[in-house]
């Protein structure tokens, strides 16, 4: 299979004030800096007392430091035909545009140029693109695929559903999709959820072994034994307060009444 060196930009992600420093800059280094409302990359071919000159295509100039917008680390990957890359920002290329994150797949790889089967071409020291066979589902947006495998653990899916952004995830193939995860009743959780407001830590008290059981086993558990203290100390309270010296009296006077011969059955029977 033929491979090429593919020419990666990462960005190094400075604060302005470094951007400000020619201290930042070095030979061979690419930059992205403002020019008539839009942004251009341009390479780094001099510094000299605190002038950075820099060049793109056969144009060489001074390189004004308060319209860079960032700088880029330069690395390289090799890939062949059948590969997958994503665009780093958006390209176009005439009246076609390709948008930022989208995917493409390598059909040709022809001396500098690489043809891809979205119709896009570019230079294989175009910069503008990484790695596309792996990505997360935050990186993937914007991607498809004709057939997707999603991988996820217990952590992952606690942060996606708190960013409630699962649907991204299930909306990136075309034909098939293989979800492979650490918890399947967590991951229905997420899905089934993902309109809702909830977060990371009910997600987490949801996750443990014995949430899941269906409510039907756990309604049909008995409750723990109380302790024996618990247990006497209810005893306890529960008995009647002694009657008091005339309530004795009464119930006295009422058995008496009860059993003299005086009364009639009947009266003695209703008493």
């Not at 100039?61 to 330069?74: M, N």
């Not at 990484?130 to 990505?135: A, C, I, K, S, T």
Request: proline share 4%.
């Amino acid at each position: 299979m033929k491979c090429v060196a593919i020419d990666l930009l990462k960005p190094l992600n400075l604060a302005p004030a470094e951007l400000l420093s020619s201290q930042s800059y070095f030979v061979g280094q690419t930059v992205a800096y403002r020019h008539q409302e839009k942004i251009r990359t341009a390479i780094v071919t001099s510094i000299e007392n605190g002038i950075v000159k820099i060049q793109m295509g056969s144009l060489k100039s001074k390189l004004s430091l308060s319209r860079v917008t960032e700088i880029y680390e330069k690395k390289t990957l090799e890939r062949g035909i059948g590969a997958f890359l994503v665009a780093t920002e958006k390209i176009q290329q005439g009246k076609e545009i390709f948008e930022r994150n989208s995917r493409h797949r390598i059909t040709k790889i022809a001396g500098e140029f690489i043809s891809f089967e979205t119709g896009l071409k570019l230079a294989k020291t175009d910069g503008r693109l990484r790695q596309g066979d792996v990505l997360t589902v935050d990186k993937a947006q914007g991607a498809k695929g004709k057939h997707v495998i999603w991988i996820e653990d217990n952590r992952s899916l606690v942060a996606m559903g708190n960013k409630r952004d699962a649907h991204v995830g299930f909306t990136r193939h075309v034909e098939k999709l293989e979800v492979m995860v650490e918890s399947i009743e967590l991951f229905r959780e997420t899905a089934n959820r993902e309109r809702e407001k909830f977060s990371a830590l009910s997600l987490m008290e949801k996750a443990t072994g014995t949430i899941w059981k269906p409510i039907e086993s756990r309604a049909q558990k008995l409750p723990p034994p109380l302790p024996s203290s618990i247990l006497k100390t209810q005893t306890t309270h529960s008995k009647l307060p002694r009657p008091s010296h005339a309530v004795r009296w009464a119930i006295g006077q009422f058995r008496k009444i009860k059993s003299s011969k005086q009364l009639s059955p009947s009266l003695r029977q209703k008493l």
